[in-house]
């Protein structure tokens, strides 16, 4: 107590050293013997040793006694401060005597010379010396607080070595002397007296007992308490016993040695702990700061242990935010896959039950807890500390990646699904930017018919970028051009332009694409795209050129007047010859603009298309077909149809002006080939077909009647084609028996009266004006063996080319009439018995003088007669001439 001071500052005069420390630790000597802790024994020392006093210290040491140990500070204290005057010494001392004999006494001296503990043999002192010495010791509870103040000052003069096993010298106390029953039973002297009653010390003097190694851990070694007096909020005791659900057997499976050391046995003094701060262990607080940090040192078994018991106690643990942070920040999760035993942090995996995180990364177990990890007890655990069990824009990302780096289409549908129906979680500018980069998006690649080079199939499926493709609904402008990237993974159109959608396509990916169907002739019949049909996919691209016609080059829209672009059945139509009316269908060559076009009559009325053709867009139709067809050859049955119709047109509308104008006027000929008109010849004379050479001569259609043909100024075959004798020295022959002779046929056609009824024959038919008579006044019929003609079709330079056909020269030839000598030839020998040659005769001299051979019967019967007089008797039989026309004539 405060009063032991002043008496142990007289003691420390006494010996001598004046330094206030208690009296025998500075006075060693040279050996270091017995001057020190005299040893008990029987010439010296009572039975009992009176107990261990060390000098100037009390139950409140803890105080500042720099005063109380210099003696010269005695005399300036005040009556207040002064020590009480000690008890009767002789009461004392028998106090003392009773002291000795208790067991519990004997006890603790037994304890304290084991562990060499300083003590004050009574031998040394008389009586008087001795009452001051045992001042206020002469209870248990006085003597326990000696004893505890006395280690006390041994650890604070020589520190931790006091406590150890060598490093202190002399001075160290002998701890290892003391078995584990003795520091029991150390312990229990120290706080107990013999009757099992916890002796009155104070807090202080607890506190001194914590600090000696007479606690036992759990792994059967003896501490001191460490410091367990934190009060700060997060901050952890040293030392804790066992407390309510935690059983030794269980924790011991799992708790590491340094932990063990750490946990006091519970001996059953529960207000002793409480007293010493040493707590009942919670599982939280265990898990928190006995096994989590050691857990990356712990054996795999440990590991699993505590995990099997923590999944077992999560209910009731996972409100420890403390703890559940904690948990996030260690490796305790066994990653899946092939690198088993590799330890991971929860938030490093992924949940295996996700849909998307499932399928994305079902080749990749690594990315979830290995399967003894995985079932849905251990599956709460891992989401309560951040095991990613939703997908945010990271984990989006990482998806991503992952689908890019395995080019797997499949995956990236199923992400793109996702994708699409989570879309409000990924709606972020810069994250649509960083998505927009990555090679993760499925498109189909059109590819018309097939196989391509590349070796890729028809709507083969491929990974691209965003930027890359076409969005559905505008894939009728670009499916040649870009992947179409399907409805189902298609992203909300307000992500488009942070993606890097374009949408619609620019103007230079549409008309590339349009070139793609022209060219190709849209495929109009092998239509395979899966899409829209034909007409859907134009109007499509129409709509997009008239909005953006203005942006459209010269160059550009000049083209596409030009080019063959509207669908017409299985054709494509330049729009020229495109017309918003026709009066007739004149297709395949001009075209009523169908009524789907009507949408886009701007555009098209810029392109070409006008209301209704002109007479020379008939004519530049006839020639642009013409350049169609080339060398193809003859015309198709609607082609044929429309080119008749054109002509017809164009004749009715006085086409022939274009060829008089200097215009190309293209017709058909009677082969189905077209040819500038100017190059055929009418066929007003099919009796010259037989034997005319059809590699040289072109001839007209026969269903161009004569008037068009005449309109269109297509010439006369029988003006052009000119018949002419083989050779000038023809051979005539004698009169034939049974025939007329030829001499008689001359002065026929040469008498006034042959003319006089020609003329009578003619008034009907406009007058004699219209005809020629006069060469029949010189006119000569000649019987010949032999008659050779040729065929020439007259020229421009005069010279003319014969058009005879092969073979159709020498003796072929029954008759003829030559313009040159004015004399009709008979091949007499070759006319059949039953033709007269009074019906050559009339035919030629018809030719000659213009009638039509609707006449040649009357006139074969006049030139027949052998007297001329007969003439008026046959005019009355034939009733022709001179009155009213001839019916036989007009027959």
Same mark, same amino acid.
């Given at each position: 107590?405060?009063?032991?001071?002043?008496?142990?500052?007289?003691?420390?005069?006494?010996?001598?050293?004046?330094?206030?420390? @208690?009296?025998?630790?500075?006075?060693?000597?040279?050996?270091?013997?017995?001057?020190?802790?005299?040893?008990?024994?029987?010439?010296?020392?009572?039975?009992?040793?009176?107990?261990?006093?060390?000098?100037?210290?009390?139950?409140?040491?803890?105080?500042?006694?720099?005063?109380?140990?210099?003696?010269?500070?005695?005399?300036?204290?005040? @009556?207040?401060?002064? $020590?009480?005057?000690?008890?009767?010494?002789?009461?004392?001392?028998? *106090?003392?005597?009773?002291?000795?004999?208790? #067991?519990?006494?004997?006890?603790?001296?037994?304890?304290?010379?084991?562990?060499?503990?300083?003590?004050?043999?009574?031998?040394? &002192?008389?009586?008087?010396?001795?009452?001051?010495?045992?001042?206020?010791?002469?209870?248990?509870?006085?003597?326990?607080?000696?004893?505890? !103040?006395?280690?006390?000052?041994?650890?604070?003069?020589?520190?931790?070595? *006091?406590?150890?096993?060598?490093?202190?010298?002399?001075?160290?106390?002998?701890?290892?002397?003391?078995?584990?029953?003795?520091?029991?039973?150390?312990?229990?002297?120290?706080?107990?007296?013999?009757?099992?009653?916890?002796?009155?010390?104070?807090?202080?003097?607890?506190?001194?007992?914590?600090?000696?190694?007479?606690?036992?851990?759990?792994?059967?070694?003896?501490?001191?308490?460490?410091?367990?007096?934190?009060?700060?909020?997060?901050?952890?005791?040293?030392?804790?016993?066992?407390?309510?659900?935690?059983?030794?057997?269980?924790?011991?499976?799992?708790? @590491?040695? #340094?932990?063990?050391?750490?946990?006091?046995?519970?001996?059953?003094?529960?207000?002793?702990?409480?007293?010493?701060?040493?707590? $009942?262990?919670?599982?939280?607080?265990?898990?928190?700061?006995?096994?989590?940090?050691?857990?990356?040192?712990?054996?795999?078994?440990?590991?699993?242990?505590?995990?099997?018991?923590?999944?077992?106690?999560?209910?009731?643990?996972?409100?420890? !935010?403390?703890?559940?942070?904690?948990?996030?920040?260690?490796?305790?999760?066994?990653?899946?896959?092939?690198?088993?035993?590799?330890?991971?942090?929860?938030?490093?995996?992924?949940?295996?039950?996700?849909?998307?995180?499932?399928?994305?990364?079902?080749?990749?177990?690594?990315?979830?807890?290995?399967?003894?990890?995985?079932?849905?007890?251990?599956?709460?655990?891992?989401?309560?500390?951040?095991?990613?069990?939703?997908?945010?824009?990271?984990? &989006?990302?990482?998806?991503?990646?992952?689908?890019?780096?395995?080019?797997?289409?499949?995956?990236?549908?199923?992400?793109?699904?996702?994708?699409?129906?989570?879309?409000?979680?990924?709606?972020?500018?810069? &994250?649509?930017?960083?998505?927009?980069?990555?090679?993760?998006? =499925?498109?189909?690649?059109?590819?018309?018919?097939?196989?391509?080079?590349?070796?890729?199939?028809?709507?083969?499926?491929?990974?691209?970028?965003?930027?890359?493709?076409?969005?559905?609904?505008?894939?009728?402008?670009?499916?040649?051009?870009?992947?179409?990237?399907?409805?189902?993974?298609?992203?909300?159109?307000?992500?488009?332009?942070?993606?890097?959608?374009?949408?619609?396509?620019?103007?230079?990916? #549409?008309?590339?694409?349009?070139?793609?169907?022209?060219?190709?002739?849209?495929?109009?019949?092998?239509?395979?795209?899966?899409?829209?049909?034909?007409?859907?996919? &134009?109007?499509?691209?129409?709509?997009?050129?008239?909005?953006?016609?203005?942006?459209?080059?010269?160059?550009?829209?000049?083209?596409?007047?030009?080019?063959?672009?509207?669908?017409?059945?299985?054709?494509?139509?330049?729009?020229?010859?495109?017309?918003?009316?026709?009066?007739?269908?004149?297709?395949?060559?001009?075209?009523?603009?169908?009524?789907?076009?009507?949408?886009?009559?701007?555009?098209?009325?810029?392109?070409?298309?006008?209301?209704?053709?002109?007479?020379?867009?008939?004519?530049?139709?006839?020639?642009?077909?013409?350049?169609?067809?080339?060398?193809?050859?003859?015309?198709?049955?609607?082609?044929?149809?429309?080119?008749?119709?054109?002509?017809?047109?164009?004749?009715?509308?006085?086409?022939?002006?274009?060829?008089?104008?200097?215009?190309?006027?293209?017709?058909?000929?009677?082969?189905?080939?077209?040819?500038?008109?100017?190059?055929?010849?009418?066929?007003?004379?099919?009796?010259?077909?037989?034997?005319?050479?059809?590699?040289?001569?072109?001839?007209?259609?026969?269903?161009?009647?004569?008037?068009?043909?005449?309109?269109?100024?297509?010439?006369?075959?029988?003006?052009?084609?000119?018949?002419?004798?083989?050779?000038?020295?023809?051979?005539?022959?004698?009169?034939?028996?049974?025939?007329? =002779?030829?001499?008689?046929?001359?002065?026929?056609?040469?008498?006034?009266?042959?003319?006089?009824?020609?003329?009578?024959?003619?008034?009907?038919?406009?007058?004699?004006?219209?005809?020629?008579?006069?060469?029949?006044?010189?006119?000569?019929?000649?019987?010949?063996?032999?008659?050779?003609?040729?065929?020439?079709?007259?020229?421009?330079?005069?010279?003319?080319?014969?058009?005879?056909?092969?073979?159709?020269?020498?003796?072929?030839?029954?008759?003829?009439?030559?313009?040159?000598?004015?004399?009709?030839?008979?091949?007499?020998?070759?006319?059949?018995?039953?033709? $007269?040659?009074?019906?050559?005769? *009339?035919?030629?001299?018809?030719?000659?003088?213009?009638?039509?051979?609707?006449?040649?019967?009357?006139?074969?019967?006049?030139?027949?007669?052998?007297?001329?007089?007969?003439?008026?008797?046959?005019?009355?039989?034939?009733?022709?001439?001179?009155?009213?026309?001839?019916?036989?004539?007009? *027959?």
């Amino acid at each position: 107590d405060d009063d032991d001071d002043d008496d142990d500052d007289d003691d420390e005069d006494e010996d001598g050293n004046g330094d206030g420390s @208690p009296p025998g630790l500075e006075d060693i000597d040279d050996e270091g013997d017995v001057a020190r802790f005299p040893p008990p024994g029987p010439a010296n020392i009572p039975p009992v040793p009176p107990p261990p006093v060390v000098s100037g210290t009390d139950d409140d040491d803890n105080d500042d006694d720099d005063n109380d140990n210099d003696i010269n500070n005695i005399e300036n204290l005040t @009556p207040a401060d002064q $020590p009480p005057e000690p008890p009767n010494q002789a009461l004392q001392i028998q *106090a003392i005597e009773v002291l000795e004999q208790t #067991v519990g006494l004997q006890r603790l001296t037994m304890y304290l010379e084991k562990l060499r503990a300083p003590m004050l043999d009574g031998a040394f &002192f008389d009586i008087d010396d001795l009452a001051g010495l045992m001042y206020e010791v002469s209870t248990r509870a006085a003597v326990s607080k000696k004893v505890l !103040e006395t280690l006390s000052v041994m650890e604070r003069r020589v520190g931790a070595s *006091a406590f150890g096993a060598n490093g202190g010298g002399d001075l160290t106390l002998a701890w290892d002397e003391l078995e584990g029953s003795d520091r029991e039973g150390f312990l229990d002297v120290l706080v107990r007296d013999d009757a099992g009653t916890r002796l009155d010390l104070l807090s202080s003097d607890i506190s001194k007992l914590g600090l000696l190694p007479i606690w036992e851990t759990l792994s059967g070694t003896y501490v001191p308490l460490g410091n367990n007096n934190t009060a700060s909020p997060g901050s952890v005791n040293d030392n804790y016993t066992l407390g309510g659900d935690l059983k030794f057997e269980e924790v011991v499976e799992f708790l @590491p040695e #340094v932990a063990l050391a750490r946990l006091i046995k519970d001996k059953g003094d529960g207000a002793l702990m409480k007293d010493l701060n040493v707590l $009942p262990l919670t599982e939280s607080i265990m898990i928190l700061h006995f096994v989590l940090p050691a857990f990356d040192v712990m054996p795999q078994a440990q590991k699993l242990s505590f995990l099997t018991r923590l999944k077992t106690k999560w209910e009731t643990l996972k409100d420890e !935010e403390s703890l559940k942070s904690k948990m996030k920040a260690t490796k305790c999760v066994l990653r899946g896959g092939a690198d088993l035993g590799e330890w991971v942090l929860p938030s490093s995996l992924y949940d295996p039950t996700h849909t998307l995180l499932s399928v994305i990364y079902r080749d990749d177990r690594s990315r979830f807890p290995s399967e003894e990890m995985s079932s849905e007890g251990w599956l709460m655990v891992w989401r309560d500390l951040d095991m990613v069990k939703t997908v945010d824009r990271p984990t &989006f990302m990482a998806c991503a990646r992952t689908v890019e780096s395995e080019r797997s289409v499949e995956k990236a549908a199923v992400l793109h699904s996702y994708f699409k129906e989570n879309f409000s979680d990924f709606y972020e500018p810069q &994250f649509a930017r960083e998505l927009g980069k990555v090679t993760f998006v =499925p498109a189909v690649q059109y590819h018309h018919g097939g196989p391509e080079a590349t070796g890729a199939a028809a709507g083969s499926v491929m990974l691209v970028k965003y930027e890359n493709v076409v969005v559905a609904k505008d894939a009728n402008l670009a499916f040649t051009q870009m992947p179409m990237l399907a409805e189902s993974a298609c992203p909300p159109q307000v992500m488009y332009s942070n993606l890097g959608i374009m949408s619609p396509p620019p103007i230079t990916v #549409v008309l590339a694409h349009l070139r793609t169907l022209v060219d190709n002739g849209a495929w109009l019949n092998d239509w395979d795209f899966t899409g829209d049909g034909p007409i859907a996919v &134009f109007s499509s691209i129409f709509k997009y050129l008239e909005d953006n016609y203005d942006k459209l080059s010269p160059r550009i829209k000049e083209a596409l007047s030009s080019t063959a672009l509207i669908p017409v059945g299985s054709s494509l139509i330049e729009p020229r010859r495109m017309f918003f009316r026709l009066s007739m269908n004149l297709q395949p060559l001009l075209f009523e603009l169908p009524r789907w076009c009507n949408g886009y009559a701007t555009l098209f009325e810029n392109t070409g298309v006008r209301e209704t053709p002109s007479d020379e867009d008939y004519r530049t139709c006839l020639v642009d077909m013409a350049e169609r067809v080339g060398d193809r050859g003859v015309l198709d049955p609607n082609e044929l149809a429309a080119v008749l119709k054109l002509m017809k047109l164009l004749g009715e509308a006085g086409g022939g002006r274009g060829a008089r104008q200097g215009g190309v006027v293209f017709g058909v000929d009677d082969r189905g080939l077209l040819i500038d008109v100017k190059g055929m010849l009418y066929n007003d004379a099919p009796w010259l077909l037989a034997r005319l050479n059809r590699s040289l001569v072109r001839l007209c259609h026969p269903r161009v009647t004569r008037e068009i043909a005449e309109r269109l100024k297509v010439r006369k075959m029988s003006e052009w084609i000119i018949e002419t004798l083989a050779k000038d020295d023809v051979q005539e022959i004698d009169e034939q028996p049974g025939r007329i =002779p030829a001499t008689q046929f001359t002065g026929t056609v040469q008498s006034s009266e042959f003319e006089a009824v020609l003329r009578g024959m003619v008034l009907g038919e406009g007058g004699d004006t219209a005809f020629s008579f006069d060469s029949l006044r010189s006119m000569q019929v000649k019987y010949v063996g032999d008659l050779a003609t040729r065929l020439v079709l007259r020229t421009a330079g005069g010279r003319g080319k014969d058009v005879t056909a092969p073979g159709a020269r020498g003796g072929d030839t029954a008759h003829f009439y030559d313009r040159r000598s004015n004399a009709i030839f008979i091949a007499i020998n070759k006319l059949p018995e039953s033709l $007269p040659a009074s019906l050559i005769v *009339a035919m030629s001299v018809c030719d000659v003088v213009g009638l039509g051979r609707e006449h040649v019967s009357t006139i074969s019967a006049v030139v027949g007669v052998r007297d001329m007089a007969e003439v008026g008797r046959l005019k009355e039989v034939l009733r022709f001439g001179g009155g009213g026309g001839s019916e036989v004539g007009g *027959a």
